[in-house]
């Protein structure tokens, strides 16, 4: 996962979660549900770059296990 993307993830739940308390000790129901969705947002971020990262590393592996030479690293 790029740090780039690791920062915002964890800037989306760290945001919902604020938005979430603050909603809860206001009784503000509006803000509570956006910092559920805001937490929501973070976490499938998270997910989905979980993803693209294993995938590069069983392409990796499958490049190590049949000779692949277009792997990225290898790439001039």
């Known amino acids: ?7 915002s993830a ?3 739940k760290l945001k919902g979660s604020a938005k ?4 809860k000790a206001t009784d503000d129901e509006s803000a509570v549900a956006e910092g559920k969705a805001d937490q929501a947002k973070g976490e499938t971020k998270e997910a989905f770059e979980d993803v693209k990262d294993r995938a590069k590393e069983l392409k990796d ?9 277009n792997r990225d690293d290898e790439r001039g």
């Open 10 to 12: 964890k800037a989306d």
């Open 61 to 69: 592996d499958l490049a190590d296990k049949f000779g692949d030479s």
């Open 1 to 7: 996962m790029g740090l780039d993307d690791r920062i």
């Open 20 to 23: 979430e308390t603050y909603g």
